[in-house]
Antibody, heavy 119, light 107 residues
Framework: EVQLVQSGAEVKKPGESLKISCKGL????????IGWVRQMPGKGPEWLGF????????RYSPSFQGQVTISADKSISTAYLQWNNLKTSDTAIYYC????????????WGPGTMVTVSS | DIQMTQSPSSLSASVGDRVTITCRAG??????LNWYQQKPGRAPKLLIF???NLQSGVPSRFRGSGSGTVFTLIISSLQPDDFATYYC?????????FGQGTKVEIK
């Protein structure tokens, strides 16, 4: 089955580090960009950035540049989203998504990872 | 960022109703407009890409139209499974932006 599998929910304290993952199954992971989306409670989605796993070329939204790091290991078909200094405002659901078969839009989404940052 | 504005923010409708959602872009984005459906606790699901192309597996009661700055999503006959929040997204720029969403509720 073609799917994106995300790591489980996390509860962290402000200032801590975190790395969440997104594993692609059933398709050529390296050939399709992987994007990361933030959805804060009760709000619409926002793109953080995306990566091309084939060469790790990464693009960030200006709003998130320097706040998060996106990476990928194509050998294990996994993309990552990382924070070095979490803030309470990072509390949200984080989705990964990809464009399969050259689709013009992101047509495959992971189930999301809930990240809670609280003192 | 290109601002995307949806209207209405919410609506109440009955099963069988025709529902129209509008999305306006802050600048000309050609046909680089996608529509997603999201249900509580679930990831967004792509319905329409490139303004008017139905994603595989999506029922034909969903139709997208428009170009430039004004776009429309029409649900021709609302079904119980369609009660959800709908988002437009521009993919004209390298990183897209979403509208604020339209919540479709049961009347």
């Amino acid at each position: 089955e073609v799917q994106l599998v995300q790591s489980g929910a996390e509860v962290k304290k402000p200032g801590e580090s975190l790395k969440i993952s997104c594993k692609g199954l059933g398709y050529s992971f390296a050939l399709s960009r992987i994007g990361w989306v933030r959805q804060m409670p009760g709000k619409g989605p926002e793109w953080l950035g995306f990566i091309f796993p084939s060469d790790s070329d990464t693009r960030y939204s200006p709003s998130f540049q320097g706040q998060v790091t996106i990476s990928a290991d194509k050998s294990i078909s996994t993309a990552y989203l990382q924070w070095n200094n979490l803030k309470t405002s990072d509390t949200a659901i984080y989705y990964c998504a990809t464009r399969l078969q050259g689709n013009a839009a992101f047509n495959l989404w992971g189930p999301g990872t809930m990240v809670t940052v609280s003192s | 960022d290109i601002q995307m504005t949806q209207s209405p923010s919410s609506l109440s409708a009955s099963v069988g109703d025709r529902v129209t959602i509008t999305c306006r872009a802050g600048q000309n984005i050609g046909s680089y407009l996608n529509w997603y459906q999201q249900k509580p606790g679930r990831a967004p699901k792509l319905l329409i890409f490139a303004a008017s192309n139905l994603q595989s597996g999506v029922p034909s009661r969903f139709r997208g139209s428009g170009s430039g700055t004004v776009f429309t999503l029409i649900i021709s006959s609302l079904q119980p499974d369609d009660f959800a929040t709908y988002y437009c997204e521009q993919s004209y720029t390298t990183l897209g932006t979403f509208g604020q969403g339209t919540k479709v509720e049961i009347k």
